[in-house]
């Protein structure tokens, strides 16, 4: 079973995260940059699928130079080798952009199954594995809380706000995972040594057979235009309690729609 | 750079990067393997693992204190978890030799590591740091075949291991113990006697414990040269590995302590019959290397333990200050003297001076306590990796010299900075509501075990200033002297003439009291002269930070630089009364009678 994982590197979102007020896009150079939470559950759940059945885990990720480090940090988990693409032409890629590059560098590997975390925290569009699906024709099961394979057949329970649906595909098929799929490993200190000697390959455009000018931000499909930060915090309202406190609070509560 | 509230990995990143240069060791054949980034990945890991695993029950441990069912110990679930994720990281085996199944991390990399776990819990954090220091004695004078026994099992974190040194009746005075080490026909020994004080002594963490234990054999002379080492496990170990029969060691009873409540601290008795391995009672125990020199080899584990309990204490005291830091930047009361108007908003306490007076004062003990610890562990990798046998052996001097210190003075001021952190929050730093009192009382232990303050002082002064004809004490100086030399010219020559006058002041005080001719004399004031070198060298410390941000600009370089200035202004000038007590003789603590209190 080959199987390969997206990763995407994103400012941590436990630390103060920013746009480029220059050209709108995620400020990534002053960032705190993490590997993106969401891939570590589908990258625990790649191991999980790899010491079952056997085979081997790819890592996949689109990204500047930096991104090396949650590639490290895949491999450090166990994940046995990366493609990392690296063009300075791909800086301001909107997701359909986005997605012609990855998909062209999944064509160059063999997979059974590509899995990816349900969204990354920066971008939170969670479109990759519809557009993915439709680029490379091969089924798409979203939202995974659980995943299956049987033989040629992928199996997931689609998470829903109300409980979940039993979903199935032929593989190779592209599955997004949730936090909900199981508790990533933490790396050990022997992953950490371990992954310095796995193989690491690094692509460009070109290699990839992309024409520079499909991608980036002069030509995404969408852009941001402008952002603003969230208003400060108002001065919030002081309740007296003159023996009716418990009611005031209630009507409070109430005003803003909270009970 | 992410922020953290045990403790900074920005200063943390300065100090082995910036300052302490540590990627060079990866030109040494042991350190070949690492690189900046694995010390960079492990480090990441260590702050992970404490942050998810460690923090989040340091308060529960507090609050459950470890008992007793039916004889066996019950801690709260937590710490095993945490312990758990902890050994299948590796940490436990990290700075092992590979055959070990070690990792061959550097000492000073080790060190950082440890610091996020004492900092984050030091209570859950003391089994397998006590672990690994006894799996440490055991690679430096078990035979292999010992080695090879308990090791490894302890490596991968299924043992743990302990430290039996003082019994109810002496604990600073080891010459005084009375447990008893009867030889056997076999080869081993049967032990009785009780011992106080052990920390991880008795749990159900893992499935064997090894302690390592001082008695006395027969034949020996009197006193400390009379005292053997022993390794007795809990449970024998057959030759396959396996565990065989229950040691005649047994849990008396678990002690209540102020902090630390994690850990269990408690009285072993050994050898009163309660089980009967071999069918007979005693306590078997094992012969580590030669008979009568145990001390000697318990010294190796007490040395490395004493950086330990420094850095635990500067873990503390750094976790400390970071909360009292973030509750000044969030607490809003009163008004700047320059607007009193009570229509203006109240504005956060550290914009009072005062209160930015005790950060400072926080600030430069944690920070100078951890460049303390660090630049310790980096002698340890000195002295196991130098290129030449000088360097070593100078390395090895520097460190004997440092050791009472980096032990002592952040046991002191790291305390003072979790003092100090109680008091920037007021009122509610003297509840429970808020972890500033738990640092506190878990930090108030790290003065008194691992040889007390008192002990550490007779060590310095009595031992380790006069080994070698001085040898130790020249050393540090030249030390000094050559980070004052690099301060001429430089912002930093006036802070670098205060710690040469400091320096040869120093050296003045030693002669003069080993020159009056009377040990009591020159021992009675041992614990000023303690702190007065302390304060020597964490000063010291401070200008080599202050040289290595030369050049840097930036809120972090501005903060490290005032702090330096803080602590040459308001620190150092602390040392000159202290030494001029101790070359006055004073006489009246000795002279003071039981009677006349």
Known sequence: MNIVVLVKQVPDSGSERKLDPSDNTVARATA????????????????????????????????????????????????????????PAIHGSCAVQTSAVIAAALSQLEYDLVLCGAESTDGQVSVMPALLSERLGIPQLSGARKLTIEG???????????????????????VSTWDTINEPRYPSFKGIMAAKKKPVETKTLADLGIDASTVGLATATSKVVDFAGRPPKGEGVKVADEGDGADKLVGYLAAQKIV | MRS???????????LLHEWLQVETLTKRERYAEHSRE??????????????????????????????????????????????????EAGMTAAALPEELGGLQLPAVVNQAVHVWFQAANIGTSAYPFLTMANANLLV????PEQVQTYVPPMAEGRWFGTMALSEPQAGSSLADITTRAVPQDDGSYRLT???????????????????????????????????????????????????GERNDVVLAGLNHKMGYRGTTNTLLNFGEGVHTPGGQPGAVGFLVGEQHRGLTYMFHMMNEARIGVGMGATGLGYTGYLHALDYARDRTQGRPLTGKDPATPPVPIIEHPDVRRMLLAGKSYVEGGLALGLYCARLVDEERTAEDEAERQRAHLLLEMLTPI??????????????????????YGYTRDYPVE???????LNPIHEGTHGVQALDLLGRKVVMSGGAGLSLLGETIAATTARAAGTQWADLGEQLDGLVQQLGAVTATLWGQGDPQVALANASVYLEAAGHVVVGWLWLEQALATEGRDGDFYTGKRQAARYFQHWELPKVGPQLALLASLDTTVLEMRSDWF
């Not at chain 1, 993490?34 to 625990?44: C, F, G, L, Q, R």
């Open chain 1, 152 to 174: 040629s057949m992928a199996k997931i329970e689609r998470q829903t706000d109300g409980g979940y649906w039993e979903v199935e595909a032929p593989l190779p098929a592209i």
């Open chain 2, 193 to 243: 006697g009780n011992k106080m004080w052990i920390s991880a002594g008795d749990h159900e963490l893992t499935e064997n414990i090894v302690h390592l234990v001082l008695a006395k054999a027969p034949g020996g002379p009197a006193g400390v040269k009379g005292i053997s080492l022993f390794i007795v496990p809990k449970f024998l170990v057959r030759e396959d590995g396996s565990l």
């Open chain 2, 140 to 143: 430096a004078h078990a035979t």
């Open chain 2, 438 to 444: 738990q640092f506190y009382r878990d930090n108030r």
């Open chain 2, 406 to 427: 980096a032990k002592s003075w952040p046991s002191q001021w790291c305390l003072a900075a979790d003092d100090l952190a109680i008091q920037v929050h007021g009122g």
């Open chain 2, 38 to 87: 694995t010390f960079d990945a492990v480090l990441e890991l260590a702050e992970q693992i404490a942050t998810e695993q460690f923090a989040p029950h340091n308060r529960k441990a507090d609050e459950n204190e470890p008992h007793v069912v039916d004889g066996k110990v019950v801690l709260i679930p937590e710490v095993a978890a945490a312990l758990r994720v902890f050994a």
């Open chain 2, 4 to 14: 953290s509230l045990v403790l900074s990995p920005r200063d943390l990143e300065f």
């Open chain 1, 32 to 87: 705190d940059n993490v590997i993106n939470e969401m891939d570590e559950y589908a990258i625990e759940e790649a191991l999980t699928v790899k010491e079952a059945q056997g085979g081997e885990v790819t890592v996949l990720t689109v990204g500047p130079d930096t991104a090396t480090d949650a590639i490290r940090k895949a491999l450090s988990m166990g994940a046995d080798k990366a493609v990392h693409v690296s063009d």
